[in-house]
Nanobody, 126 residues
Framework: VQLQASGGGLVQAGGSLRLSCAASGRTFISYVMGWFRQAPGKEREFVATISRSGVNTYYADSVKGRFTISRDNAKNTVYLQMNSLKPEDTAVYYC????????????????????WGQGTLVTVSS
């Protein structure tokens, strides 16, 4: 699986962005999808995850209520809608895919994912 993330950019605090992650191949539906981020000098941290079916989602406390993860299995794409952005959301955002045999699983750890996109930079100015 190859992942291509896009949609990052510069936005003012309080603004919105939508990230997209397009996956190659015909097995997209076999993968739990996740978004992570990494700020300069910090470790990569979990942001959000969505199950194969799209029914189950889970968010980091820092983004809960502001970010929404979704997926379109027909388009092999996962999205991250980011609203009410804050300067502390500034980071490189990575999408990731983790194989799962269950439609309902979600993954919250880096080690659970098998494939990673190249990252897209989100900068939030104050």
């Amino acid at each position: 699986v190859q992942l291509q993330a896009s949609g990052g950019g510069l936005v003012q605090a309080g603004g919105s962005l939508r990230l997209s992650c397009a996956a190659s191949g015909r097995t997209f539906i076999s993968y739990v999808m996740g978004w992570f981020r990494q700020a300069p000098g910090k470790e990569r941290e979990f942001v959000a995850t969505i199950s194969r079916s799209g029914v189950n989602t889970y968010y980091a406390d820092s983004v809960k209520g502001r970010f929404t993860i979704s997926r379109d299995n027909a388009k092999n794409t996962v999205y991250l809608q980011m609203n009410s952005l804050k300067p502390e959301d500034t980071a490189v955002y990575y999408c990731a895919a983790g194989y799962s045999g269950s439609y309902g699983n979600i993954f919250r750890t880096v080690g659970s994912y098998d494939y990673w996109g190249q990252g897209t930079l989100v900068t939030v100015s104050s």
